[in-house]
């Protein structure tokens, strides 16, 4: 019998590795992969895009807020992955009836450090494990050193349109905004009234905002156009770029601000990227 915790503190017993899985979050489940688990994976949603070939060869069962509890149960899983912010409480309690749900909370890089680890021992993987965490830590500390001397920039992370939302504090991406010296102007900003109430469950973390206000918030010199869950356009980037005095407006790959996982890794090579374009 092993017993182990999730990051919500909710505690697991199991009498042996669980081998079937179905991961219910993207970066997860390629962080599965990365790990070497493909042939346990047996379920993912339709936003699991990375790798490419899982789309034809595992059982799609959903998306990340709405799944399919009859394709799941025919799956019969030994334990399904979630995430608090990328699943809903509905959906992991449904779950539950099935087999056990295994939630990860990511907020900062050590989180993401945990939940390696945590799923190295889950899947008996804690070699592979260890080589992500080591991996990740290596390029993290080799981002710090180039990222060192680069002067601090005000910045706006622009999520939706229709109405717009940005990343605001308390988030995964405000954390790797920081890690770039980029000071997030909506790092503690209020939610309240009309206009937000549809985003009250995600505790301010992703508020909505009036691209009027935007100077007055902060003025950023940096508006930054994620490419998911959005598809922006140049339209939004004039139509924001009128709102700030002197801003740049720079479209940028979501997948490297809101992936944890493996794919950190990538995300620093990327920053350096991004940085020297700046």
């Given at each position: 019998?092993?017993?182990?915790t999730?990051?919500?503190?909710?505690?697991?017993?199991?009498?042996?590795?669980?081998?079937?899985?179905?991961?219910?979050?993207?970066?997860?489940?390629?962080?599965?992969?990365?790990?070497?688990?493909?042939?346990?994976?047996?379920?993912?949603?339709?936003?699991?895009v990375?790798?490419?070939?899982f789309?034809?060869?595992?059982?799609?069962?959903?998306?990340?807020?709405?799944?399919?509890?009859?394709?799941?149960?025919?799956l019969?899983?030994?334990?399904?992955?979630?995430?608090?912010?990328?699943?809903?409480?509905?959906?992991?309690?449904?779950?539950?009836?099935?087999?056990?749900?295994?939630?990860?909370d990511?907020?900062?890089?050590?989180?993401?450090?945990?939940?390696?680890e945590?799923?190295?021992?889950?899947?008996?993987?804690?070699?592979?494990?260890?080589?992500?965490?080591?991996?990740?830590?290596?390029?993290?500390?080799?981002?710090?050193?180039?990222?060192?001397?680069?002067?601090?920039?005000?910045?706006?992370?622009?999520i939706?349109?229709?109405?717009?939302?940005?990343a605001?504090?308390?988030?995964?991406?405000?954390?790797?905004?920081?890690?770039?010296?980029?000071?997030?102007?909506?790092?503690?900003?209020?939610?309240?009234?009309?206009?937000?109430?549809?985003?009250?469950?995600?505790?301010?973390?992703?508020?909505?905002?009036?691209?009027?206000?935007?100077?007055?918030?902060?003025?950023?010199?940096?508006?930054?156009?994620?490419?998911?869950?959005?598809?922006?356009?140049?339209?939004?980037?004039?139509?924001?770029?009128?709102?700030?005095?002197?801003a740049?407006?720079?479209f940028?790959?979501?997948?490297?601000?809101?992936?944890?996982?493996?794919?950190?890794?990538?995300?620093?090579?990327?920053?350096?990227?991004?940085q020297?374009?700046?």
């Amino acid at each position: 019998m092993t017993v182990l915790t999730d990051q919500l503190g909710t505690e697991h017993r199991f009498e042996t590795t669980p081998k079937r899985i179905i991961s219910l979050v993207p970066s997860q489940t390629e962080l599965l992969y990365d790990m070497g688990l493909e042939e346990s994976i047996v379920g993912i949603t339709k936003f699991c895009v990375h790798p490419f070939h899982f789309k034809s060869t595992k059982t799609i069962v959903g998306g990340t807020k709405q799944v399919k509890i009859d394709k799941i149960k025919a799956l019969n899983p030994d334990i399904i992955i979630a995430n608090k912010e990328e699943n809903t409480l509905e959906i992991v309690e449904s779950l539950k009836e099935i087999c056990p749900v295994w939630v990860t909370d990511i907020i900062t890089l050590d989180d993401n450090l945990q939940m390696i680890e945590d799923f190295g021992k889950l899947f008996n993987k804690r070699t592979s494990a260890q080589k992500w965490i080591d991996k990740t830590k290596f390029a993290l500390e080799d981002f710090k050193n180039f990222i060192r001397d680069k002067e601090p920039k005000k910045v706006a992370y622009f999520i939706w349109a229709n109405p717009y939302m940005v990343a605001g504090g308390n988030t995964f991406i405000n954390e790797l905004l920081k890690l770039n010296k980029f000071e997030n102007i909506y790092d503690n900003h209020p939610t309240r009234g009309k206009a937000e109430q549809s985003v009250a469950k995600y505790e301010g973390r992703y508020p909505e905002i009036v691209i009027q206000k935007m100077r007055i918030q902060g003025d950023p010199d940096l508006v930054l156009l994620s490419s998911e869950p959005y598809p922006f356009k140049d339209e939004h980037a004039f139509e924001l770029g009128r709102h700030t005095h002197h801003a740049i407006t720079v479209f940028v790959d979501g997948e490297m601000f809101s992936w944890y996982g493996s794919r950190l890794v990538k995300a620093f090579e990327y920053f350096k990227q991004l940085q020297n374009r700046l």
